[in-house]
């Protein structure tokens, strides 16, 4: 015999239906059919409890829609004539329904025995249902109700089955030969005085296992609305995919720890048969499933899936006076399961000052107080303090077989955690090493199971979320090289980059599966939002997503003062703008520790000298011990731009516009003219040398005549350098009387740093630096008479942007 179970979503609709009837007649040999309530049935009728005992009205709606439901189903599923008598069985069922509502609401009493009846109506009526399509099909199908065959103790909303009872009603049952299908409705049982009990929340799954034993059945079939059990619950995890075959432990492990697809108690009565289980999809039947034997595969992954449960609570009980007492324990677990808390996850640490347990986040007003009434004297004494008690936490769980024959899975677990600031409250392993346990907050659970389902599932493809604010020049360019890049990463690094946020000065764009890069700007008009920094720091953060990279392509100041919050939260920093390096040094130096102490990259290769190697080449040098004694160097494209162009025959004011035009100038080019740019660029070179120095440690003789250096806005500024032409051209009419060019050069030597004009002669090596280039001559115990040279373009969106891409793929090899 076959016993096959079909849950909720599987009977959720007469489409559905239709469909299981459409399998069930493909069994070619006798068959048992589990079947749930109409999907989310179960949870409308204890809502509808819940509203009654509340006195509150609404829940006549409630039992309107259960009908709506209902009737939908009848109606898509038979002729004309044959809806009138399922509807008047359907609806006698919810008059008793509405009695039963209605004087729980006028006595404002509801007992376990009255919402066990409620309950149990889901199942009656879709087993009811099911059972007329199956006749009105040439199924020849029998109807058998549950209750009369599945025999329980009183605890009616989660009763303990009588196993000897049930079987010998259910054998008898299933001994007619002359029917094809026996239908029962799942999760519905009776005691011995044959009043309704059921057999817990998702217990359809648990009578159909109980069925296939006493059948002595060939295969449990478990027909639901995914494709098998997966290796992390696909709502949650996008890249978790059916697990091919799996053992009963294994099973166990992962539907304890949370994996709704299989009720826990399921596997019990079909493993002591070893009647195997197979996990299928009654909206893909084609599709393999998940088989579930007592083989324990040894290839494959060593860890066989991920799961998790929410809503747990921790408690904890310490005190001096439990080192070295015996019976504490007893008397904790004691005190728990005489009011029948089911305890999920026990830590002890061996000093034996306290002991952590995980339970339901429901039951923990009756854990303190029964635990604390047990130890009412102990506390009095101050031996033992009261129960601390923590919510809001979750437990996620590593399950496998084989676990325990492979060192290193459980730090892997806890340093990809780490790394992605998942904060563990508690762990714990299993003896037998099939899982290991971690409790950590339910915040966290998305960000856990992904980063946990990438490690040990994913062909080690590393996704990073980029949340990327300032699309202009710079920004514009990168979003284009991502896009042409993203497949050569994906495949050669196994780098995954997704753009999961844009934002501009305006309009801000927020996609959480990543932002199409081919028509981004369209997006962004369309459908973004009204920029604000905050929210955009604020939604990022909320989105808890593993390998968060904040870019700031800016050059505004306020984005820098959002960077210690990004890092706190384990977000990377990637920047281009220079404020917050060259800002204060304690604060440069803050959020140096912020990336160190949560190990968030901060990087800023960009601030020196555009896409070239510079502060990349300087931290090597510095951390392989090597100490720079002198830099000289032309750091600023656009100046050297400006002094490259400006001739006799185009004036300082016209290059300068040029410069603008294509791009090399800040956006106020006040900032490059003046020479702050420069010395910022020296001043994060000294820092990144090891210097603890400020902004005013650096000289600054400008070249710029002194009404430009009083302009007060940018076209008064510009029109200063047309007024001022002559003492421009002073300028370069001095160098080329020494047959010398002009270079904008910061140097730094013995503590010290400048910036300033200077007349560079044919021999040096400044003299032909052409276009936007820059230079950086590194002296170094190293590098002492010849040093160590970068030189390349220094300028320009394009290489920008590569500078910063190159930011964003080294925080993925952090
Ligand atoms: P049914 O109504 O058919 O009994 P359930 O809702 O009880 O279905 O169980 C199926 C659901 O279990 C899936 O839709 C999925 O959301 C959830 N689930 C959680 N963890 C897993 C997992 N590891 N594999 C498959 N499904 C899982
Ligand atoms: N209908 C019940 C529930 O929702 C039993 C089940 O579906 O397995 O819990
Ligand atoms: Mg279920």
């Not at 079939?221 to 009963?248: C, F, H």
């Not at 409250?425 to 037998?432: E, L, N, V």
């Not at 044919?762 to 002296?779: C, M, R, S």
Request: glycine letters at 6%; aromatic letters at 6%.
């Amino acid at each position: 015999m076959i016993v096959a179970k079909f849950g909720g979503t599987s009977v959720g609709s007469a489409e559905n239906i239709k469909k299981v009837i459409q399998i069930v007649k493909e069994k070619k040999e006798q068959t048992a059919i589990v079947v749930s309530a109409l999907g989310g049935v179960t949870n409308l009728l204890i809502e509808a409890s819940d509203l009654a005992l509340k006195n509150d009205l609404m829940y006549e709606d409630i039992v309107d829609q259960i009908e709506k439901r209902h009737f939908e189903a009848i109606e898509n599923l038979f002729p004309h004539y044959n809806q009138t008598n399922c509807k008047a069985e359907v609806a006698k069922k919810l008059n008793q329904l509405k009695e039963i509502l209605h004087s729980i609401s006028l006595l404002s009493d509801l007992s376990d025995k009255t919402s066990a009846r409620i309950v149990s109506l889901g199942e009656i009526m879709s087993s009811f249902i099911i059972h007329q399509a199956m006749l009105q099909n040439n199924v020849n199908a029998a109807l058998i109700d549950s209750r009369d065959v599945i025999k329980t103790d009183d605890q009616y909303l989660n009763a303990e089955v009588d196993f000897e009872l049930t079987q010998k009603s259910l054998k008898n049952e299933l001994s007619n030969d002359s029917v094809d299908v026996f239908l029962f409705p799942g999760f519905i049982s009776s005691n011995e005085l044959n009043e309704t009990t059921t057999l817990g929340r998702g217990g359809s799954d648990y009578t159909a296992a109980i069925i296939a034993n006493a059948a002595d059945a060939n295969i449990l079939e478990i027909w639901t609305d995914v494709s098998g059990m997966y290796t992390a619950n696909p709502k949650l995890v996008r890249q978790a995919y059916p697990i091919e075959e799996i053992s009963y432990q294994e099973a166990m492990e992962l539907s304890h720890f949370g994996a709704k697809v299989l009720y826990p108690p399921t596997v019990q009565p079909v493993l002591d048969k070893r009647i195997p289980i197979l996990i299928k999809n009654t909206l893909s039947a084609k599709d393999k499933g998940t088989l579930i034997t007592k083989k324990s595969l040894v290839s494959g992954s060593t860890v066989k899936g991920i799961s998790h449960i929410e809503d747990i609570a921790l408690l904890t009980l310490e005190g001096n006076g439990m080192v070295g007492v015996p019976g504490i324990s007893e008397r904790l677990f004691g005190a728990l399961a005489k009011n029948g808390i089911n305890v999920k996850f026990i830590t002890q640490a061996s000093s034996e000052h306290s002991i952590c347990i995980a339970i339901d986040r429901g039951e923990s007003i009756l854990a303190k107080k029964s635990v604390d009434k047990e130890f009412e004297f102990e506390i009095f004494q101050h031996k033992v303090n009261p129960l601390i008690i923590e919510t809001e936490l979750a437990i996620i769980a590593l399950v496998g077989d084989h676990m325990k024959s492979h060192q290193g899975i459980s730090g892997r677990m806890f340093s990809e955690l780490g790394a992605n600031n998942v904060n563990i409250r508690a762990i714990a392993q299993g003896s037998t090493e099939k899982n290991i346990s971690a409790v950590i907050s339910e915040n966290d659970v998305k960000k856990a199971l992904n980063t946990l389902h990438a490690a040990f599932f994913e062909d080690q493809i590393k996704q990073i979320n980029l949340f990327v604010v300032g699309i202009g020049n710079v920004g514009g360019k990168l979003l284009e090289q991502i896009k042409l890049q993203s497949d050569y990463l994906l495949e050669k690094q196994h780098l995954q980059l997704r753009v999961v946020a844009i934002s501009n000065s305006r309009k801000m764009l927020f996609e959480i599966e990543g932002i199409d890069l081919n028509n981004w700007t369209d997006q962004l008009d369309q459908k973004g939002e009204k920029a604000d920094l905050e929210e955009f720091i604020g939604k990022m953060k909320g989105l808890n997503l593993r390998n968060s990279v904040f870019v700031d392509n800016t050059a505004n100041d306020q984005v820098p003062e959002l960077y210690a919050s990004c890092l706190s939260d384990s977000i990377a920093v990637v920047a281009c703008n220079k404020i917050a390096c060259s800002s204060a040094f304690d604060n440069y130096q803050h959020l140096k520790y912020l990336s160190r102490k949560y190990n968030a990259p901060f990087l800023f290769e960009t601030n020196v000298g555009a896409g070239l190697p510079i502060i990349d080449t300087l931290n090597n040098l510095i951390a392989s011990g090597d100490e720079i004694t002198e830099i000289q160097a032309v750091l600023s494209g656009s100046l050297n731009f400006v002094f490259n162009h400006f001739n006799a025959e185009k004036s300082f004011a016209e290059v300068v516009d040029q410069a603008g035009i294509e791009g090399y100038t800040e956006p106020d080019p006040r900032i490059d003219l003046s020479g702050v740019d420069v010395m910022r660029k020296i001043l994060i070179l000294m820092r990144e040398s090891g210097l603890h120095s400020e902004l005013e440690d650096i000289k600054n003789e400008s070249f710029l005549p002194q009404a430009s250096l009083d302009a007060v806005t940018v076209p008064e500024f510009l029109e200063t350098l047309v007024s001022e032409s002559d003492h421009f051209n002073k300028l370069r009419q001095a160098a080329e009387n020494e047959n010398c060019r002009l270079k904008y050069v910061a140097s730094y030597k013995d503590g010290k740093a400048s910036v300033g004009l200077q007349h560079i002669p044919k021999d040096h090596p400044f003299y032909n630096l052409d276009g936007k280039d820059n230079i950086v001559l590194f002296y170094t115990n190293r590098y002492k008479d010849q040093p160590l040279i970068i030189k390349g373009a220094g300028a320009g969106a394009d290489v920008t942007a590569s500078g910063i891409f190159g930011d964003i793929i080294r925080t993925g090899n952090k």
